[in-house]
């Protein structure tokens, strides 16, 4: 649970990050932040995947 939750912290950080740039105007710096969010939610959905996957293999070997 402290991985999903550090996940949801990490994901929602990337979200206000994305909204106080685009208050101060910087617009690079909230398309960073937006593509850092989805990334990081991709890969680690993949990893956590790819661990269950993983786990389900070796509990029927």
């Known amino acids: 649970m402290i ?4 996940i949801v912290i990490i994901t929602l ?9 685009r208050t101060v ?5 909230a398309l960073a932040a937006r ?3 989805r990334l990081f939610l ?3 959905g993949g ?3 790819l661990e269950f996957v993983q786990a ?3 509990f029927v070997s």
């Open 3 to 6: 991985t999903y939750g550090a």
């Open 13 to 21: 950080g990337s979200v206000l990050v994305e909204k106080r740039c």
């Open 25 to 29: 105007g910087d617009v690079n710096g």
């Open 35 to 37: 593509r850092f969010g």
């Open 42 to 44: 991709i890969v680690t």
């Open 47 to 49: 990893l956590i995947a």
């Open 56 to 58: 389900m293999l070796a």
